[in-house]
């Protein structure tokens, strides 16, 4: 054996790596980036706010000052504390190894967000994927019924769902986090928020099983790396402890703490892509053979058709696209369900109409 087969898990060894391509030189519309930069203004006041930081000390632990900015700007309800994560990717990491006792499960539905299941295998728990109806809402009674069997001890909501951009139906997701009750957490993760303009934030004071996830990557600062969730106090406290003491770095913290001062920008950026998305929306859908599902996030989930070509016509759309320098996500390998669909993230109107534009060419 060598070393590697002596030393790193079988299930490990059996990974391929998460595949980012490289997006150089292309329109980029496959990560759910914002497009919009900062503008000259607020460069000048990160740039002297980042040049002030003490990079010599550690973090000051408790993250205290960048917390209640976050808390009083994200509408945290009053009493309830966050623990803070290098995105929520590491949120997620956190949970799992927090829950990970022998034989604890990890549910989530499906198609989902890939990090749910990653991150269940990474500490050793069974992850159970409970599929979507057809049209990608909850399939509520498969949903209790798996909860039934497996009691899981992670249950995990996307709200909106990604890939698909489903908003839930919030009556079902409140069923199935009390059908869990005491025997699991439900995190609804709430990465696309500012665009779908509900959220279970301000209901944490009515499950105490309920975990809310946010990160301000969607909204414009993927780059800093910041996810931060709430809970009753009494799990907050037990997810902190297998966090690392510095995860989160001081750049990130000046960054934040200058950035939320001009949370407006922010939000008006996410208003302009949330209206962008109703048109691209309706331009997409009045194209034949082009099915449009509703999103409440960034990103449109498209399912393309033509009687005449392959069964595998997404991908010849998308090869096409990338001829056209044109990166959006193929997701059709990633679950039955989404067969020949394609995620578009949703951008500027001139970055929209250059894909459209590419797209219409795709399509024949
Ligand atoms: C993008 C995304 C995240 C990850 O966000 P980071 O804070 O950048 O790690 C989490 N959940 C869902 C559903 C996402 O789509």
Redesign the pocket.
Known sequence: MSLVENIIRADVRALSAYHVPDAKGFLKLD??ENPYTLTPALQQALAKRLSETALNRYPVPNYLAMKEALKTNFGVPDGYDLVL????????AMISIACAKPGAKVLAPMP??V?YAMSAQFAGMEFVGVPLNADFTLDKAAMLAAIAEHRPEITYL?YP???TGTLFNAADMEEIISAVGDSGVVIV?E??QPFAQTSFMSRLPEFSNLVV?R????LGL?GI???YMSASAALLQEFDKVRPPYNVNVLTEAAILCLLEHADVFEQQAAQLRSQRSQLSSQLASLSGVEVFPSA?NFLLIRVSNPKKSETYGNEVFTKLLEQKILVKNVGKMHALLQNCLRITVSTPEENAQFLHAFKLALD
């Not at 990160?215 to 969607?218: F, N, Q």
């Open positions: 990560a759910m994560g290098n995105g929520s990717d590491e949120l997620i989902g967000f990090m996307a769902n990604n890939p993760d990465a696309y996830m990160t301000v990557s969607k993927a790396r910041l996810g996030a």
